[in-house]
């Protein structure tokens, strides 16, 4: 027998596969990224926070955050690509220490 918690978890995971499946239909950037991973990664996240936080937002809202989620996904996966020195340069431009 399933859980409340976990049928929640479900939905909420079925709504969040539906907005990565519409944020790779509308950036193609995001479809480097590996959906079953990215579904895992939610996955974790909702056992840590409520599913009951994303239930009640609408498609924009809940495709916004999954989004962001997705940048940040994407962002580790072109820095994994950095030598060391690639790395540094990114740090000091994103601090602002960085010239030419």
């Given at each position: 027998m399933m859980t409340q918690a976990s049928v929640e978890?479900?939905?909420?995971?079925?709504?969040?596969s539906e907005a990565i499946d519409q944020v790779m239909e509308s950036k193609s950037i995001y479809q480097e990224l590996d959906k079953n991973q990215l579904i895992q990664t939610f996955?974790?996240?909702?056992?840590?926070?409520?599913?009951q936080i994303l239930l009640p937002?609408?498609?924009?809202?809940?495709?916004k955050r999954v989004r962001r989620v997705m940048a940040t996904e994407l962002l580790s996966t072109i820095l994994d690509d950095f030598t060391p020195e690639?790395?540094?340069m990114f740090n000091a431009a994103v601090e602002g220490r960085w010239e030419r």
């Open positions: 978890k479900n939905t909420a995971l079925k709504r969040i996955s974790t996240l909702l056992d840590r926070v409520s599913p937002l609408n498609d924009e809202r809940l495709k690639e790395k540094e």
